[in-house]
C-alpha cells in the first residue's frame, strides 16, 4: 500500500496515512475527511472535492467504515 501525506483542511495538521486505493482517507487527529493530499502537482481545487465527494457517496453506497473515525477503523480492523 502507497503512503501519502496529507493535509487536514479542519484542523491544518498534516500527516502520513496508508490508504488501500478507493479508500478515503481520514485525519487521524479530528477523524474529518476533508484532507488535502500534498503531491507535486497539487489538484485543482474543484477537482479534489469532487473526488472527496464521489469518494464519500461511494462509501456510504458500499457501506463499509470510511465514515467512521480514525479510532474507530482501528477497532473494527
Ligand atoms: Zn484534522
Redesign the pocket.
Given at each position: 500500500m502507497p503512503i501519502f501525506e496529507y493535509q487536514?483542511r479542519?484542523?491544518?495538521?498534516s500527516c502520513e496515512l496508508l490508504i488501500r486505493s478507493g479508500a478515503q482517507p481520514v485525519?487521524p487527529?479530528?477523524?474529518?475527511i476533508a484532507?488535502d493530499k500534498r503531491v507535486s502537482l497539487p489538484a485543482a481545487a474543484g477537482k479534489s472535492a469532487a473526488i472527496i465527494r464521489a469518494a464519500r457517496s461511494q462509501a456510504k453506497r458500499e457501506g463499509h467504515f470510511s465514515n467512521y473515525s480514525a479510532a474507530d477503523r482501528a477497532k473494527i480492523r
Open positions: 487536514c479542519n484542523c491544518g495538521k485525519c487527529d479530528c477523524g474529518g484532507l
